[in-house]
Structure formats: C-alpha cells, structure tokens
C-alpha cells in the first residue's frame, strides 16, 4: 500500500493538486515557487544540507531568522537532499518524476550532473512543466554567475539610477531577481494552458538578463527603437513633464502629471490656472521643452503647504501625487486604503507576520496555511513518500 500523500492537505486555490518540485535557492526561483504555494499547489523546497543561503543573509532577524528567508519560502515544505548521495539522487528523481512543475536555478548544466536536467526527468514524466532561471542565459551566457546586483549593472539599469553628475546606483531592491520570478510565473501558467490542451509539457528558460532587458520597458524602446542611449537624470522623466519629486513646506512631494489634463488639474489647485495656457507648457512635448522653466514655478507655489496637505487636495482633483515615504510609511497608506498589506501564515509561536501576496480573486482566495519550513522540516514525512509506491 502506497504511504499517504503528505502533500495532498492543500488549499483550494486555483492552482490546488499542482506539485512543484522547487530546486531553486535564494530569490527568483523561491519567490516565484512562493506565488505558486499561495495560488495552491503543494511546494516542496528541496535545499542541500546546508539549506538555502537567504536562512543566513540576516540582519534583519525574526526569531533568529533571517526575514530575507522568511519573505520568500511561506507555504512550502523542506527536505533536505544531497545530491552528491546516490540515495538522495534518487529521491530527488522521484520527486521530479510525480511533479507538475519543477524550478530550478542552478548554473545552466549543473542539473545534468545529477540525471536532473529536462531532457532526462522529462522522458520519465512527459507532462512536467520544467522551469530554469539563469543569470544570462544558458547558451553565450551560461558560465557568468547570476546575481541581481551583477544584472543591475551590466543591463545598463545603474547607468539610469542615481543623480546626473553622480556615480550609478542600484535599485533598493533586487529588482531583477523579483522580475524573473514572476516571469518565470507567467511562463508556467503558460505552459499548462498547453499541457491542458496537448498532454505535453515543456522546458520554460529565463534569465535575469532577459528580464532586465524586457523590464526596462521604456529605456530599453529608446535604445532598440529610437538608437537612443538613455542617460541618467536623477528622480526626473526623459519624456513627461512633471514626474519627479518638488519640495513643499516639509517634505518633497512626487507630482506625477503625466498628460495635459492632468498638468490642468494641477495648475488650477495651486491657484494659478493661467499657466496651463501658457505656450512654453500647453503640451507636454513643450513642457519638456522647457522643463528648466517651468520646475521653480511649480516649486514656488508647492512652499504654500506641506507634502501630506498637498497630497489629499492633488489626488482628490484627480492629479497623481504622493508623499516619499519609509518602507513603514508605506505599509501606513496601504492600510490606510483598504489593502490588508500584513497576513499571519502559521499558528501559535510559527506564526510569522508575512506581505500579503498583490493578487485577489473573487472565486477561489489566496492562502496562508504553511509558515517558512525550517530546514528538513519535513524530510522523514517526504522521504518515506517518495520511496513508497505512487
């Protein structure tokens, strides 16, 4: 008799009785596996007996956890392997063998070491969906370590960061690492809409790269379409006028008027609608013309009040606006307007406070059943499974 499925006590999300084989580690790979575990489907963390390297990026820690891990590995189960034992190998195989989905994100090749790679699990298990995120692909590519910080750099995206007469800077946050990952979600989906319809799945790639190059929407159309090497400009826009931060009273302000109207709009709270008329600013191609002329006006007049007063009396006329805030400040105002950005996952001291994942559904709910696993947490459980019969 088969020992019973420990995985088959999820959710009813809309992507419950998936399996998801996650041999990925650090970022992109756990946050897009994480997406995965919130729309339903059974995660199980496959880690070395080291575990991931997020457990030990700390500072910030939550319980002597890192809140880097904690952030990116909720409803999962872990089981630790190492694929330098032919057992675990083997265990490893079989998981791949029973999974819908599996991630991974080891350098391009490194999963043909252990009999892992696509073109092997998928001759066992034709219907996997089988996901590799890399660095910078797996062809010219495939021997360059991928780390956000690396991709930030070489994509050209530090070159558009950071003031006009001042050195590059990297996003806040690793923005390409997050990119891929929800990449790597959206070619899933994809990928089982046709195994629904064929019976066939099949090898999804990324790469960090590929997503910078696609993320940087506008700066890289400048580029590919326009022959256009984009240049920094600090928190200024290369083709709207106004979109940057303007100081107030108090704190800066971001004004965000991005079509005539709305630079109507906001001419008429700050009390000078004749503005909107003037020749140098009645489009907004001639407002970025003369955008030298225009930002000390607008300055001038923003000195009445403070950020926060001109924040409610912008966005109630309907212009974009908005305060700078902390990280804590913005957990604030989504509160504020109705986004419950804080959910529990876990019970009694597993609790863990975690960000509640953007996406709501009328039908079938996200939801939060399973806290980070700790390392093994459930490796005997997963183990006498896969060794049974399925």
């Known amino acids: 008799m088969a020992q019973e499925d420990p995985t088959a006590q999820g959710s009813g999300g809309p992507l419950a009785g998936l399996l998801v084989a996650d041999f ?40 002597e956890t890192s809140t880097y891990y904690l952030g990116i590995n909720r409803g999962k189960r872990s089981i630790a392997l190492d694929l330098r034992d032919e057992a675990d190998v083997a265990l490893a195989k079989e998981l791949a063998r029973r999974a819908d989905i599996l991630i991974e994100n080891l350098r391009p090749g490194g999963m043909a070491k252990y009999g892992l790679d696509y073109a092997s699990v998928s001759a066992d298990n034709p219907g996997l969906v089988y996901a590799s995120i890399s660095g910078f692909g797996s062809t010219g590519g495939g021997h ?34 997050v990119m891929a990952g929800k990449d790597a979600l959206i070619g899933i989906l994809a990928a089982l809409r046709h195994r629904d319809a064929t019976g066939r799945g099949q090898h999804v790639e990324l790469s960090l790269l590929a997503s910078a190059m696609s993320g940087m929407v506008n700066q890289s159309s400048a580029y590919a379409a326009g022959g256009v090497v984009p240049t920094r400009m600090g928190n200024a826009h290369p083709s ?55 930002k000390p006006i607008l300055v001038e007049a923003l000195a009445a ?22 990280v804590a400040g913005g957990f604030a105002i989504a509160e504020r307007f109705g986004l419950d950005p804080v959910v529990p996952v876990g019970e009694g001291d597993r609790a863990v406070p975690t960000t509640r994942n953007p996406i709501r559904f009328s039908e079938t709910p996200v939801t939060y059943e399973l806290p980070p696993p700790e390392l093994d947490e459930h490796g005997a459980e997963l183990r006498k499974w896969l060794a049974s019969d399925a």
């Not at 059974?42 to 070395?48: L, R, Y």
């Open 240 to 294: 709207v006028v106004p979109y940057e931060p303007l100081p107030t009273a108090d704190n800066d302000l971001i004004v965000a008027a991005a079509n005539d109207g709305q630079f109507r709009k906001l001419c008429g709270v700050l009390g000078m609608p004749e503005l909107a008329d003037d020749p140098r600013f009645l489009r907004n191609a001639d407002r970025t013309e003369h955008r030298d002329e225009l």
């Open 24 to 63: 990925s580690r650090v970022l992109a790979g756990p946050y897009a596996t994480m997406l995965l575990a919130d729309l339903g489907a059974e995660v199980i963390k496959v880690e070395s007996p080291q575990g991931d390297e997020t457990r030990t990026w700390m500072p910030p820690t939550r319980d």
């Open 144 to 177: 360059v370590p991928g780390y956000d910080l690396m991709v930030q750099a070489v994509s050209g995206l530090m070159s558009l960061t950071g003031a006009p007469d001042g050195p590059p800077f990297r996003a806040g946050i690793s923005i390409f690492d």
């Open 305 to 326: 009040k403070g950020a926060d007063e001109w924040f409610d009396l912008l966005v109630d006329a309907g212009v974009p606006a908005g305060p700078i805030n902390s």
